[in-house]
C-alpha cells in the first residue's frame, strides 16, 4: 500500500483490486456439483456395495484388493460408503436449510417490519435460544425424538434459524421506512405483499449468503451428532457415524476408517463455505470494493 | 449509564428462565426411564418406584417442574441420578477441566489468528491476504472432533510423541492440590515441573483440536480491522511522519485492534463451553461437556438440564459483560 500513496492522492483511496470472489464461487460450485454427481451415480460405478458387511475382510489398509479406502471394522468399503453418504449428508444439510429459511425469514420479515410488540416477543425469544449450547441441545431433542434423517434435518434447521431471523430483522428495519416500501403502503398493498414484493427481494443478498455458511454448518453439526451417536440410524453410511465407528481402531494405526470421512466433511463444508464468502462479496458491494 | 447496565442486567434473569424451561421439558420428553437405569436390571419394581419418589418422578410434570424451579432459586441444581451427588458439586468439580481446555484453546486461537491477520490486513500483496483467507476458510471447514481424531493418528499412534489421549494426567500422576483447578497453573504455583509437563502434554493436542478452528473468526476479524485501520487518517498520518513499522505495528495497530478482538475472544470462549463437548468426549477430558454427554445417556435429566443451564449462564454473563464493557468505552452505543 505504502508504495502506492502518491501526495496527490487521498489516503482512502481505494486499492485497485478487482475481486467479486468468482473464482471461489465456481470453485464452490464446482466441487458441490462433483460431490452431488459422484453420490447420485454411485450405483452406477461402485465396485463394491456400500450397506453389504464382508468380516473376512475386516480392516484392509487402503488399495488392497480394490479397496480404494480400505475396509472397516465389519469390512464395509470405505470409499464406496464414503460416496454413497454423501447423499445423507446433502439432504440433511438441504432440509436443515429449507426448514431455517422457512423459520426464519419469516419470523426475521415480521419482527423488523412490524416492529413493537411483535419484535420484542420474537427479539426476546433468540435471547433465549441463542444461550443454548446448540450442539447438546440437538443432541437431547434427538434423543428424545428418535433419529433419523428427516429428524436430524429439521432439528439442525432449528438451531440455525436464530442467525436468519437477526440478519433479516436488521436488514428489514433499515429498509422498513425507505421511499419505496412507504409507496407500496400509500398504494394500497396488504402488509403480507409489501413484505413478499419489497422488502424480501431487498433481503435476498444477505439470505444467499447465509444459507450457504448455514450449509457448511450443517454439514459438520451433522458430522458431530452421527459422532456422537444420536443423528443416522446406525447401518447407513453417514459420515460422522462412520468416523465414530472408525476410532475403534484408532490407537493400533488403522487410521483410514476415520480420516476419509472426515476428509469428505471437509471438502463438503468448504465448498459450502466458499460459496457463502462469494456471494457476500457479492451481495455487500462495500466489501466487494475494498477486497 | 446505571440505568442501561440494571435494564441489561435484569433481563438475565428472565432468559436463564426461559432456557431452564426449555431445557426442563425437552429432557422429559426423552424416551426411558432415569429410575430404571439407575435401579439396574436385577431391580424390582418396588425398587424403582421407591427410587422414582426419591427423585420426584412420580410427581405430576407441572409439580416436577415447579419443584425444579424452587430448587434453582435456592441454588440446588438436583442430584444426579447416574452419580448421586448434587449436580452443582458435579458440575463445579469438572467445570475446572473445561476452563484448562477453552483458555488453552483460545492462546493457540490467538497466537496464530492475530499475527496472521494482521499480517494478511497490512500486506498489499496478495500472497499474504489470500493465505490468510485460505486459512481461515479452512478453519471453519473442520469438524473439532475429527481434527482431534487426525491430531491423535499423527501425534500419538504414528509419532508416539503425545501421551495417550484419555484425560488430564497420566495413570499415577497425582494432581497438585491447587485454588485454580486448571492442573497446569497449580502445578506451575506448586513449582511440580513434573507434572506440569504431563498435564501440559495432555492438554495440547485437544488444545489444537478446538483452538486451530477458533482461530478462523480471529484470522478473519484483525485482518479486517487492520486493513480498515491503515486506511484511517491517523494511521495514514503516524506513519507520513516517519514511525518506524514495529511501533506502527506494535503500538497503534495492535492497541486498536486489541478491542474488537478482545470482544470476540470473550465470544468464543462462551460459545466453546458447549461447543467443546465433542471435543472432550475425543480425548476423554473430564470436563463439563463429557458429563453431559454420558448423562444424556443416563437419561440424567438434572444433570444435562445444569449444564446446559451453566453454558447459557456463561453465554449470556460474557455477553453482557463485553457489551457494558463497550457501551462504557464508546457512548455513541448507549442511544440504542
Known amino acids: 500500500m505504502s508504495g502506492e500513496v502518491s501526495s496527490a492522492a487521498p489516503p482512502r483511496t481505494p486499492r485497485p483490486r478487482r475481486r467479486t470472489g468468482a473464482r471461489g464461487l465456481a470453485l464452490g460450485v464446482g466441487i458441490l456439483a462433483t460431490v452431488l454427481l459422484a453420490t447420485l451415480l454411485a450405483p452406477l460405478y461402485l465396485p463394491f456395495d456400500p450397506l453389504e458387511a464382508n468380516l473376512p475382510d475386516q480392516y484392509l489398509p487402503p488399495g488392497t484388493d480394490g479397496h480404494l479406502f480400505g475396509t472397516d471394522r465389519s469390512g464395509f468399503d470405505v470409499f464406496s460408503r464414503v460416496v454413497y453418504g454423501a447423499r445423507y449428508d446433502l439432504l440433511i444439510a438441504l432440509i436443515a436449510i429449507a426448514v431455517a429459511l422457512v423459520v426464519g425469514v419469516t419470523l426475521g420479515l415480521l419482527a423488523g417490519y412490524r416492529g413493537r410488540a411483535t419484535d420484542t416477543v420474537i427479539s426476546r425469544l433468540l435471547d433465549v435460544f441463542q444461550a443454548f449450547p446448540l450442539l447438546v441441545l440437538a443432541i437431547a431433542v434427538l434423543g428424545a425424538f428418535g433419529r433419523g434423517i428427516w429428524i436430524t434435518g429439521v432439528v439442525i434447521g432449528v438451531v440455525s434459524a436464530p442467525t436468519f431471523v437477526r440478519l433479516v430483522r436488521e436488514q428489514t428495519r433499515t429498509i422498513r421506512d425507505r421511499m419505496f416500501v412507504e409507496a407500496a403502503r400509500c398504494s394500497g398493498f396488504t402488509e403480507v405483499q409489501i413484505m413478499r414484493r419489497y422488502v424480501l427481494p431487498a433481503n435476498l443478498g444477505v439470505i444467499y449468503t447465509q444459507a450457504a455458511t448455514s450449509a457448511a454448518w450443517a454439514i459438520l453439526l451433522a458430522a458431530a451428532l452421527g459422532f456422537v451417536g444420536v443423528g443416522v440410524p446406525a447401518p447407513l453410511p453417514e459420515w460422522g457415524y462412520m468416523i465414530s465407528t472408525g476410532t475403534e481402531g484408532l490407537t493400533r494405526g488403522i487410521w483410514w476408517t476415520s480420516v476419509f470421512p472426515g476428509l469428505a466433511i471437509v471438502l463438503l463444508a468448504l465448498a459450502f463455505t466458499l460459496i457463502g464468502e462469494s456471494l457476500s462479496r457479492w451481495a455487500d458491494p462495500r466489501r466487494r470494493r475494498s477486497r | ?336
Not at chain 2, 497490512?122 to 469438524?143: D, K, N, Q
Not at chain 2, 468426549?281 to 473430564?286: D, I, L, S, T
Not at chain 2, 445417556?297 to 457494558?324: R, S
Open chain 2, 1 to 336: 449509564m446505571v440505568g442501561y447496565t440494571a435494564r441489561r442486567v435484569a433481563w438475565v434473569v428472565p432468559i436463564l428462565l426461559g432456557v431452564a424451561t426449555l431445557t426442563f421439558f425437552v429432557s422429559r420428553a426423552m424416551p426411558g426411564d432415569p429410575a430404571k437405569i439407575f435401579a439396574g436390571s436385577q431391580a424390582t419394581d418396588t425398587a424403582i418406584a421407591a427410587i422414582r419418589a426419591q427423585f420426584g418422578f412420580d410427581k405430576p410434570l407441572g409439580v416436577q417442574y415447579l419443584d425444579y424451579l424452587a430448587g434453582l432459586a435456592r441454588g440446588d441444581l438436583g442430584t444426579s441420578v447416574r452419580t448421586g451427588h448434587g449436580v452443582l458439586d458435579d458440575l463445579m468439580g469438572r467445570f475446572p477441566a473445561t476452563i484448562e481446555l477453552i483458555l488453552a484453546a483460545l492462546t493457540v486461537a490467538l497466537v496464530i489468528g492475530v499475527p496472521l491477520g494482521v499480517a494478511a490486513g497490512a500486506s498489499a500483496r496478495r500472497g499474504a491476504e489470500r493465505f490468510a483467507r485460505g486459512v481461515s476458510t479452512l478453519g471453519v471447514s473442520i469438524p473439532e472432533f475429527w481434527l482431534g481424531l487426525l491430531l491423535i493418528v499423527v501425534f500419538y499412534s504414528s509419532l508416539d510423541i503425545a501421551p495417550a489421549p484419555v484425560g488430564r494426567l497420566d495413570i499415577g500422576v497425582l494432581a497438585p492440590d491447587g485454588v485454580t483447578g486448571l492442573i497446569t497453573v497449580d502445578a506451575l504455583l506448586a513449582g511440580d515441573l513434573e507434572v506440569l509437563g504431563n498435564a501440559a502434554g495432555h492438554l495440547l493436542l485437544p488444545a489444537l483440536a478446538l483452538g486451530l478452528p477458533a482461530a478462523a473468526p480471529i484470522i478473519r476479524l484483525s485482518a479486517e480491522a487492520t486493513a480498515s485501520l491503515l486506511r484511517s487518517d491517523h494511521l495514514f498520518y503516524t506513519r507520513a511522519i516517519g514511525t518506524p513499522p514495529h511501533v506502527v505495528y506494535l503500538k497503534h495497530v495492535l492497541r486498536n485492534i486489541a478491542p474488537i478482538v478482545t470482544t470476540m475472544t470473550a465470544l468464543i470462549f462462551g460459545f466453546l463451553v458447549g461447543g467443546a463437548v465433542v471435543v472432550e468426549e475425543v480425548f476423554a477430558w473430564p470436563g463439563v461437556g463429557l458429563y453431559a454427554i454420558d448423562s444424556l445417556h443416563y437419561n440424567d435429566y438434572a444433570a444435562v438440564q445444569g449444564f446446559v443451564l451453566l453454558a447459557a449462564a456463561v453465554y449470556i454473563l460474557l455477553f453482557l459483560a463485553v457489551d457494558l464493557v463497550n457501551t462504557y468505552l464508546d457512548p455513541r452505543k448507549r442511544l440504542t
